[in-house]
């Protein structure tokens, strides 16, 4: 079995992200997010389907950090310029040891023709001084396009 220093498992070591919810300095302090808007983009909306999630938390001297439980919350929004919230979904990752696997969610059948999507945690566990962070791999997602992609 694989593991990282966060103290969760990922289930493809080589490709899972990890994001903070805050209080550390950052050179781009945004959302973490997926879109369809960058450059030379092709892709005019896409559809979200499944990932693995977890939490986990430390501190910022710490070497590697536990899995913490949290509330993983997904929004995805339409095209602008309302941007329309068009779905909404919270699931909750339960701590139960010092190293544990990332939760498998499949999103429910709202979360189509989107533009973007905006990821949050929220921890519901005391932490002290250590930061939580969000854990996803293997996101699951169908793109379109309104002309031809070409590769």
Do not use: R
């Not at 997926?34 to 430390?58: E, Q, R």
């Not at 501190?59 to 310029?81: H, K, M, Q, R």
């Not at 059948?109 to 973007?116: R, V």
């Not at 921890?123 to 169908?142: E, F, I, S």
Request: a negative charge; hydrophobic letters at 35%; glycine letters at 8%.
């Amino acid at each position: 079995m694989a593991q990282d220093i966060s103290g969760v498992i990922p289930e493809c070591p080589a490709n899972f992200v990890a994001f903070s919810t805050g209080g550390v300095e950052t050179v781009l302090d945004v959302q973490p997010q997926m879109t369809v808007n960058y450059p030379n983009s092709t892709i005019a909306w896409f559809d979200l389907g499944k990932l693995h999630y977890a939490c986990s938390s430390g501190t910022e001297t710490d070497l590697a950090s536990v899995p913490a439980s949290c509330n993983f919350t997904i929004t995805g929004y339409g095209p602008p310029p309302t941007s329309q919230e068009m779905a909404q979904q919270t699931f909750t990752y339960t701590m139960d040891g010092l190293i544990q696997d990332m939760d498998l969610t499949v999103v429910s059948s709202a979360f189509k023709t989107l533009y973007f999507v905006d990821f949050v945690i929220t921890t519901t566990q005391q932490l002290g001084n250590a930061m939580p962070a969000g854990l996803m791999d293997t996101v699951g997602y169908t793109v379109y396009s309104q002309s031809p992609i070409t590769t």
